[in-house]
């Protein structure tokens, strides 16, 4: 079947603007994850969905940061005014459901580039 | 937030070498999980250890998770190219009683050649 999908797989942007990033989970998966990658900050935790609803907002770095789920399937990622230190690799990960012994499926990722 | 501290950072070996890579903690985990990401695509997941003292086998990796859950180590056997990647060990930390998100370890990048 069809694993964890992103889009756009690159997106190179200017400094200031907004990106939306798109994530497309595993059909019938609850939970949903974002993460970013970057070099200096290795792989981290931003946000978390089960459902349409987001639990855990703690790792989002700035208020300029949103997400949101709808029809408990796809999820945006939005950067607002982005800066040059956005620029990372931003990956999404879905589960069957949101526990200590599910495994996360990730995808292949949106690569972010601010200029 | 609990930290996952990874060594070494980079290794580079040559094809038939035996290594280890290990994962450190201060604190406690209820599990950890390994996974191996290749370029242009996200972790994959290897293995997971929950038991404390616990040995698993994936052909020529070794995993195995320390007797007081706060360490973990991955020996692989005879390397070949294909294990070339970015090795992450990784544990779920709870938000509200559920494990809401995985914490990465900051990653161990090898390198086999022939």
């Known amino acids: 079947g069809a694993g964890v999908s992103q889009s756009p797989s690159n997106k190179v942007t200017e400094k200031g603007k907004d990106v939306e990033l798109r994530c497309d989970p595993i059909?019938?998966?609850?939970?949903l994850y974002w993460y970013r990658q970057s070099l200096g900050q290795g792989l981290e935790f931003l946000i978390y969905f089960q459902g349409n609803s987001a639990p855990d907002k703690s790792g989002l770095p700035s208020d300029r940061f949103s997400a949101e789920r709808t029809g408990g399937s796809v999820s945006t990622l939005t950067i607002q005014r982005t800066q040059q230190e956005d620029s990372a690799v931003y990956l999404c990960?879905?589960?069957?459901?949101?526990?200590?012994?599910?495994?996360?499926?990730f995808g292949p990722g949106t690569r972010l580039t601010v200029l | 937030t609990q930290l996952l501290e990874q060594s070494p950072q980079f290794l580079s070996i040559q094809e038939g070498e035996n290594l280890t890579v290990y994962c450190n903690s201060s604190?406690?985990?209820?599990?950890l999980q390994w996974y191996r990401q290749e370029p242009g695509e996200g972790p994959v997941l290897l293995v997971t250890v929950v038991t404390g003292g616990e040995v698993k086998k994936l052909k020529r990796l070794t995993f195995q998770f320390g007797d007081a859950r706060k360490d973990s180590s991955l020996h692989i056997t005879a390397a070949q190219p294909g294990d070339t990647g970015l090795y992450l060990c990784a544990g779920p930390e709870m938000f509200a009683g559920t494990a809401s998100k995985l914490t990465f370890g900051t990653g161990t990048r090898l390198q086999v050649t022939l």
């Open positions: 059909s019938g998966h609850t939970a």
């Open positions: 604190s406690v985990f209820s599990s």
């Open positions: 990960a879905s589960s069957l459901i949101a526990g200590a012994g599910d495994t996360q499926y």
